[in-house]
């Protein structure tokens, strides 16, 4: 709305529902109502001249509504009619056709509105022209100076003007209003901030009442500034707007013209530039700040060295980038710089300069070549007695400070002295005023500085409320907080012993500023807060198109409209969508074709884009009772399959035996109920299952039956092999049967293990492989009659009486040993006899033997002796303990055993006691 489209919707309301007359542009109710009672003397001859039809009058006496239906003004023929008719008539018939009118007038605003808001994107296009034509002929003289080129400042300004025409754009600050195209406004000078009139000048009567106080002497006399809400710019008090003027302030309240830039008075401009260059702008009357000026100009180089080109007037300025060679400030050298604006810097060559009294020689800048050094002059003074103590000068010395006459410290007196002599003291007082201001120094003069003052004074504290005596030189300061208001009238001073110049409030302000979105960041202060100084991207669905809004109106702003096309990526299965604007908003659904090919063939779906469809879901809850309303069937978008292809297809069926057109989703192999009759394996029968399909290998016979069919379940017909007790396992089959692997049981030859052996390999052995296929491979677990195992593998048969393997003999002493084969000792009876060697071991033994008992004989005596001995001393020990025992105990009483302890307290009361009774008698 605002000022976008206030005059697209009134103006043409207006224009159709007037009379162009006597009325004006009044509406048509109020021309109608006019004509009964006024344009009875006035002669209304429009309307007397215009005959009655019979049809006409019926009309009027029906509930018809105007002809052109947008709330024209009544005909003339009603008018008349209702002439002629009775005065009750007439009263009646006229109330009646101005309720119809009043409701035709009515609808047609609403169609008017309706019509606007809906067609508002159809109508964009135009609109948008139309704002176009009217930023072109805004431009249109400075265009015939500058051509189709545009700088930066040209491009503000042109934002400037179309956000004159957007809808929320312009917004006042301090309402956080739009800035409609029928309202008084005023333009800010540096920011060209636009405001409501009556906003602006209340901020500003505001401001000034703020900034003054009540209290000064001056109040309402003294010029206070007022500050932009903006850019807080200051403004005079004089400058407070009183009337409304166009942007360039020719015109006093611009007449609104809809093909013109709002608020503008459509003459050219005519400001200065800035900076002034003596042109004017050639811009017809706009927002914002002027664009650069575009005249061209005849201008040298900032040398002046090469020729005068033409150059714009806003960029005049160029170097020819040239030597510039003008004399530098040290009268020497020239510039070096290329050509440049503005003064040549100082000489940035270096030199050996001399101080300034001529002792020391530094490198110095060309530029400053005069400098001190740091030593003191110490040249002598003429009066011959005293050195110069200034640090290092040019010229004379000058006199001895100390020459001529001098006053005593107090200055009281005056004496010319040699300069060798110290002036004396006065021996006067002092009287020179001391640091307080109010009394003087009481000493006699004295060269040293004056003592501070400590006489006893009666002293107010800074606030005034307390009295105190102190002395004079300190500062009495009580302890009582300042209960004053500061400057925002919202926190106390709270300074102790304050002054009453509260010093400013230092917290932070923190109200909430009128954007509802931040706090106000100043110092705490009174009256309104500065308006928001953020601004917000208010953008489109795209972000391709943005406005700018101040901090608070994007809540109400309207999003721009975009040209763009749609980016939105499509939701179906479609890799672009239909051309369409951006918008907010889900797109509309696809209306392309589905062209999706078939999940079951290769045929293409013909229907239309199905992905997103609204369907219909119902609630599964169902009500418990007639109590419960049944819940609105609420509709969900899904996608939907592609329906079933119907092509026919030509197809055969499993078994190869038949071929019939089906459609395409059924057109699969199908079974014809014949039986397979395919070949089987064995060659002799035949597959006999229902119509299937067979695998054949590439190349092979078709008619041989596949992994598919069944197999042949006969028996195996072939005769055995001689000696196989088992039948052949294979099933029916052609070819010769297959070696018998099933696996026979049997004992070894020693009975000991169970041996698996294949049947085929038993029946196809010769004797000596029968024995080896029957043998565990062990050694044979029996027994010879010398007692030792059988040292052959199992065998068949009895084991062999000759034994092999070897004894060891020993001699009866057990030294001597021999190994001699078995079955020689148990034939021969050999035995293995005892040396001579045996026989002196056997003596040697014996006697050791002898020997060991006798010390063991020996050592046992001995210890038997050792036990007796304490035996019998213990026994001793026992016979004088029992006699302790025998002797009779007896036990203290309970006197004999305290009465040490009970004596003393009992003579100790007798005397007492008895002192007390001496006492008595006295």
């Not at 006597?22 to 004509?35: C, F, L, T």
């Not at 039809?53 to 009544?74: H, M, V, Y």
């Not at 018939?93 to 309706?114: C, G």
């Not at 005849?298 to 980038?321: D, L, N, P």
């Amino acid at each position: 709305a605002g000022t976008g489209t206030g005059w697209r919707v009134w103006w043409p309301l207006w224009g159709r529902c007037s009379c162009r007359g006597e009325g004006g542009m009044e509406p048509a109710w109020r021309q109608a109502g006019r004509g009964r009672g006024r344009g009875r003397g006035r002669g209304n001859t429009s309307a007397a001249q215009v005959p009655v039809t019979k049809g006409a009058a019926q009309a009027g006496r029906s509930d018809a509504r105007p002809a052109n239906g947008r709330g024209c003004s009544l005909s003339t023929a009603a008018i008349t009619r209702s002439r002629s008719q009775p005065d009750a008539s007439n009263e009646l018939s006229s109330l009646k056709r101005f309720e119809e009118i009043r409701k035709a007038n009515q609808a047609a605003v609403q169609r008017f509105a309706d019509e606007d808001t809906s067609s508002e994107e159809e109508g964009g296009d135009d609109f948008e022209s139309q704002r176009g034509k009217i930023v072109a002929s805004t431009f249109t003289s400075y265009s015939d100076h500058i051509g189709e080129e545009s700088s930066r400042e040209l491009e503000r300004t042109k934002q400037y003007l179309n956000d004159a025409f957007q809808s929320g754009a312009q917004t006042c600050l301090i309402c956080i209003a739009s800035v409609k195209r029928n309202q008084a406004v005023w333009s800010c000078f540096r920011c060209y901030c636009i405001f409501h009139m009556p906003c602006i000048q209340k901020w500003a009567k505001d401001s000034i009442f703020l900034v003054s106080s009540v209290l000064d002497d001056d109040f309402g006399k003294k010029d206070h500034p007022w500050p932009c809400p903006k850019c807080r710019h200051q403004y005079e008090q004089s400058q407070t707007p009183t009337r409304y003027y166009c942007y360039c302030r020719k015109v006093e309240d611009p007449p609104q013209d809809p093909w013109l830039v709002p608020h503008s008075c459509g003459q050219v401009c005519d400001k200065e530039f800035k900076p002034l260059c003596g042109h004017k702008c050639l811009l017809l009357c706009h927002p914002g700040p002027c664009p650069p000026c575009p005249k061209m100009v005849s201008i040298t180089c900032y040398c002046e060295k090469a020729k005068a080109i033409s150059r714009r007037c806003s960029a005049k300025g160029w170097s020819c980038q040239r030597p510039c060679g003008r004399l530098l400030s040290c009268g020497q050298h020239k510039c070096e710089h290329l050509c440049h604006a503005g003064n040549c810097p100082e000489c940035p060559r270096v030199s050996w300069q001399r101080c300034l009294c001529g002792r020391k020689t530094a490198e110095q800048l060309c530029a400053s070549p005069q400098w001190q050094c740091e030593e003191v002059c110490r040249k002598t003074l003429p009066c011959g007695h005293h050195t110069c103590e200034q640090v290092c000068h040019r010229g004379s010395c000058g006199n001895c400070p100390r020459s001529g006459f001098r006053v005593c410290p107090c200055g009281k007196s005056k004496s010319a002295l040699p300069c060798t002599d110290d002036v004396p003291t006065c021996g006067d007082t002092c009287d020179r005023q001391l640091e307080c201001g109010l009394h003087r120094c009481s000493m006699r003069c004295h060269r040293a500085p004056c003592e501070i003052c400590r006489q006893e004074v009666e002293k107010q504290c800074r606030c005034g409320k307390h009295v105190k005596m102190l002395s004079c030189h300190k500062e009495y300061l009580c302890e009582t907080k300042c209960a004053k208001l500061r400057d925002c009238q919202r926190h106390q001073c709270k300074k102790k012993c304050c002054s009453g110049n509260c010093p400013p409030c230092d917290q932070s302000c923190g109200r909430t500023l009128g954007c509802r979105n931040h706090k106000c960041p100043s110092a705490c202060h009174r009256g309104t807060c500065y308006p928001c100084p953020e601004t917000v991207e208010v953008k489109c669905n795209c972000s391709a198109t943005v406005i700018i809004v101040p901090c608070g109106r994007e809540r109400t702003t309207k999003p721009p409209r975009c040209k763009e096309q749609c980016k939105k990526p499509s939701t179906c299965h479609h890799p672009s969508r239909e051309k369409h604007r951006c918008h907010f908003g889900p797109c509309p659904p696809c209306k392309q074709s589905c062209q999706k090919a078939q999940t079951t063939c290769t045929h293409l779906c013909p229907e239309p884009c199905h992905d997103e469809v609204l369907v219909k879901q119902e609630n599964p809850c169902q009500p418990t009772g007639p109590w419960e309303r049944r819940s609105a069937p609420a509709f969900i978008l899904t996608k939907i399959p592609c329906p079933s292809c119907r092509v026919p297809i030509p197809t055969a069926c499993l078994g190869k035996h038949e071929i019939s057109p089906l459609p395409c989703h059924a057109a699969r192999p199908y079974s014809c109920k014949r039986p397979c009759g395919q070949h089987l394996s064995c060659g002799n029968h035949t597959c006999a299952i229902e119509c299937h399909a067979v695998t054949t290998a590439d190349g092979g016979d078709k008619q041989k039956a596949g992994k598919e069919c069944q197999m042949c379940e006969e028996v195996c017909s072939h005769p055995r092999p001689p000696g196989c007790i088992h039948p052949c396992i294979q099933p029916c089959h052609e070819d010769a049967c297959a070696p018998c692997s099933q696996m026979i049981r049997t004992k070894c030859h020693c009975k000991m293990a169970t041996l698996y052996v294949e049947c085929t390999k038993m029946t196809t052995a010769d004797a000596k492989t029968k024995i080896c296929l029957n043998s565990c491979k062990n050694q044979c677990p029996k027994q010879l009659l010398c007692g030792h195992r059988c040292k052959a593998t199992c065998h068949p048969g009895n084991c062999p009486e000759s034994c092999n393997q070897k004894v060891k003999m020993k001699c009866p002493c057990k030294r001597l040993k021999k190994e001699i084969l078995c079955m020689v000792v148990t034939e021969e009876q050999v035995l293995v006899e005892c040396d001579d060697v045996c026989q002196e071991m056997k003596k040697k033994a014996s006697e050791m033997k002898e020997a060991e008992e006798k010390a063991a004989f020996e050592k046992e005596k001995l210890k038997q002796q050792v036990e007796l001995e304490a035996f019998e001393k213990r026994l001793k020990g026992r016979r004088k303990k029992n006699k302790r025992r025998d002797a009779v105990e007896t036990k203290e009483t309970a006197w004999q055993k305290y009465r040490k302890y009970l004596m003393i307290p009992i003579c100790g009361i007798v005397l007492a006691m008895l002192a007390f009774y001496l006492l008595q008698l006295n």
